[in-house]
């Protein structure tokens, strides 16, 4: 023993003579982290996060209503004053001596419902307590009772007969799929890898138009007839490319079969009836660019002279399908747009500046990329967008009308106006990492730096947040969405409101008019993401270099005070089912949410195995259109179907019909007519008429019937009785003699 202390004291000198510490550094504990889970009515799961930093240490947990504490604060108390401990006493947890984080938890229960809470953890040791930040959360209701928001209703929109099939989700269709809704009045476009609804052909997949009855809603397919292969053993895509707004309007690709793909393939415009009001010429390599929303000015592509102006550049079997022209195609004739200012031929190479908002509302001003810059074609003039930074510019997104347009480059954010042909550097500093997207009128825009996320409006930039997550951008593609009124619908990573999303992206909406941020996806409950939230970006139809991305689902209602989003936590007590489903958010006084901060609510049931999926809605959100493999009507045998909640919705219940097993499962047979044929039954000439009797009379017939068998009866026994006395009689008259 003595020899072993000889040898730590030898080494402890040489220790200190190298100046190496005897001992490591200890201090107070560190809380490092603290979060809720499992909140229900009456109960909540406590977890925390602590370094004991060398010493012994203990933890506990102090909660209190958020009353009491703001009770406490408003009297000039500690703000915990009077709250409950846990565990209780003076003690704790015993955390040990480590100098790692150790990790505890606290069941909490006897909680009031429908109550907010405020709580934090203390840890000590020897070098003193450590308090971790306030949190909060809020208990459910006692006994919830799930209702759709806004008075909506689930409404099964495709058919129960779906020829053993059933609807496929976006990107599920050949890599792709159109979905699309009305923008006004309930009505929607969708698509399935089965034919059903009387369709004249499948070219791989199948289209179909749902559209609302007072009874139902109707299914029509209006997949065109077409031969066999004519697209392909691997079709690229759906035949539909996109709809017109009120989708009166149809442009879709009609292939044809030939020996060696790739085959000869136009481009029909169809109107609501399904009448083809025009078609392009067929070519190998044409392709659908862009179009506005009314699809009255469609931009097409193709390597091949289509109008005059056009170059096609040669190559074997035909033209250079890298080199590709573009055309506008309006009133059922193509018009050159890719020449260069003041040119009278055009340069191939070609493509539209973004799948979105590059051609106006009108199709008057089309934004094009050629040879790595930008330029805009207005009528028969073509100008240079970017020259102002020397080429090179990267178009992101323009107003409704085209007249403003901003293009990124090097960082720095440009807004052209195309008025006056300037350009203008909004960004002097740069560091510009992506746009999100900017109003119709072009009056304000959102853009993301390593800073964070920017409003610009009249000059002058103002920060709203601290990130953006990247696939907010480009505005054509990314799951960003802005409303006419400046209301920004966006995802972050960053705990933008305090809330604990433990690293998971939420969605959040922007106020243009109160300045406010609101995370739309948190937790009401104040309980840690498990899970991301989305909001789907543009959807894609295709593959490859052939791919389209046309479209982009309204998940923000055009007045900017609802948001259709998914999420795999559960935010409302009837969500059970560990999936995603879509929710919709919703601004106070906007539908039925009267609740400050606005109102969470589920829109899909939350109990489906296979979750649910959010395609669509209406401009104002009142139709809100999804998929899911939950039976959420009577009528709906199982199999995913496409689904709407829609405001003030809902059909009349229809009978059950009565369940049967195996042979019960047959139709009741008519009665057996047992009576001889009318030929073998004898029929004498004049048959006596027909007697009815009344009840009464029949009745009192009967009674006398009665009364003269019951008489005869008893004078049959009173004849039986007077023979047996003459016969005793005669006997006794014989004994005597």
Sequence with gaps: ????????????????????????????????????????????????????????????????????????????????????????????????????????????????????????????????????????????????????????????????????????????????????????????????????????????????????????????????????????????????????????????????????????????????????????????????????????????????????????????????????????????????????PAAIVGTPGATLAAPAGAVSADGTRIYFELGGNLYLRTGTTTVAVDAAAGGGGSFETASADGSLAFFTKAGHLYRFNAGSGTATDLTPGGEVEGVLGATPDGARLYYATADGLYLHRSGAATKIADGADASNFPPATGSARVAANGNLAFLSSEPLTGFDNAGNAQAFVYSAATGSLTCASCNPSGARALGAASIPGASVNGTGLTATRAYKSRALSASGTRLFFQTPDKLAAADTNGAFDVYQWEAQGTGSCQRQGGCISLISSGRSAGGATFVDASADGAEAYFLTDGSLVPTDPGLVDLYNARVGGGFPVPPVPIACLGDACQPVPSAPDDSPPATLIPRAEGNPPLRIQKPKQKAKKKKKKNAKKKKQAKKKKAQKKAQKEAQKKGKRKGARR
């Excluded at 200890?26 to 909540?44: G, K, L, M, R």
Aim: charged residues 15%; contains cysteine; aromatic residues 8%.
């Design 1 to 340: 023993m003595r020899r072993h202390l000889k040898t730590a004291a030898a080494l402890l000198a040489v220790a200190v003579g190298l100046g190496v510490s005897s001992a490591p550094a200890v201090a107070a504990p560190a809380v490092e982290d603290a979060w809720v889970s499992a909140v229900t009515a009456t109960a909540v799961d406590l977890n925390g996060s602590v370094n004991p930093d060398g010493l012994s240490t203990t933890a506990r947990f102090e909660y209190l209503t958020a009353a009491a504490y703001e009770a406490n604060l408003a009297a000039s108390r500690d703000a915990f004053f009077g709250a409950t401990r846990s565990p209780l006493g003076s003690g704790g947890v015993n955390l040990g001596s480590g100098t790692v984080a150790v990790s505890f938890i606290r069941h909490i229960g006897l909680l009031v419902a429908g109550t907010a809470y405020r709580y934090r953890v203390v840890a000590t040791n020897s070098a003193g307590p450590a308090h971790g930040p306030v949190g909060w959360f809020a208990t459910t209701e006692a006994t919830p009772v799930f209702e759709l928001p806004d008075a909506r209703a689930w409404e099964m929109v495709s058919p129960v007969d779906k020829g053993g099939g059933e609807i496929q989700r976006p990107g599920e269709i050949l890599g792709g799929g159109v979905f699309q809704a009305a923008a006004a009045g309930p009505a929607i476009t969708y698509g399935s890898l089965t034919s059903f609804a009387g369709g004249a052909g499948s070219p791989g997949a199948s289209q179909y138009l749902g559209q609302r009855t007072d009874g139902g809603w109707s299914t029509a397919n209006i997949t065109p007839s077409t031969l066999a292969g004519a697209y392909g053993e691997e079709p690229d895509g759906v035949p539909f490319q996109l709809f017109s707004g009120d989708l009166g309007r149809s442009l879709l690709v009609q292939a044809s079969r030939c020996a060696e793909e790739p085959c000869p393939r136009r481009l029909d415009l169809r109107d609501g009836a399904g009448a083809t009001i025009a078609s392009t010429p067929a070519r190998p390599d044409l392709r659908f660019a862009g179009a506005n929303s009314a699809l009255t000015q469609i931009v097409v592509s193709s390597c091949a002279a289509l109008a005059p102006g056009a170059v096609e550049i040669p190559a074997a079997g035909g033209c250079d399908p890298s080199a590709p022209n573009l055309y506008r195609w309006a009133g059922g004739g193509l018009t050159l747009i890719n020449l260069l």
